[in-house]
């Protein structure tokens, strides 16, 4: 799930608090929202941006090519690998 919602304007300032966006339709929250829940949009730096993993179809079956392990836990008897 992302962290923030979008990038929206802001159509009015209510308080020194509060501030009223200005969200598409689609959007499905309250449109007046306290200063601290928002944070001014800052580009990413094309070396942060995420890339794809890299997809490999073996035998027809789809596989993505590990990187590296970085991190394994067991959970509810199985191991769980947090892969690069």
């Known amino acids: 799930m992302e962290r923030f919602v979008g990038l929206y304007r802001v159509k009015r300032i209510i308080s020194a608090n ?3 966006l200005d969200l598409p ?3 499905r929250i309250h449109p007046v ?3 601290s829940s928002i944070r001014r949009y800052k580009e990413q730096i094309p070396e942060q941006k995420k ?3 890299l997809l490999v ?3 027809g079956k789809e596989e993505y ?3 590296k ?3 394994k836990r067991k959970r509810y ?3 769980e690998y947090l892969v690069r």
Request: charged share 20%.
């Open 18 to 20: 509060v501030i009223e």
């Open 51 to 53: 890339q794809p993993a």
């Open 65 to 67: 090519e590990v990187e």
């Open 77 to 79: 008897g199985k191991w």
């Open 33 to 35: 929202v306290n200063i």
């Open 25 to 27: 339709g689609t959007v």
């Open 69 to 71: 392990i970085i991190n």
């Open 57 to 59: 179809i073996i035998e």
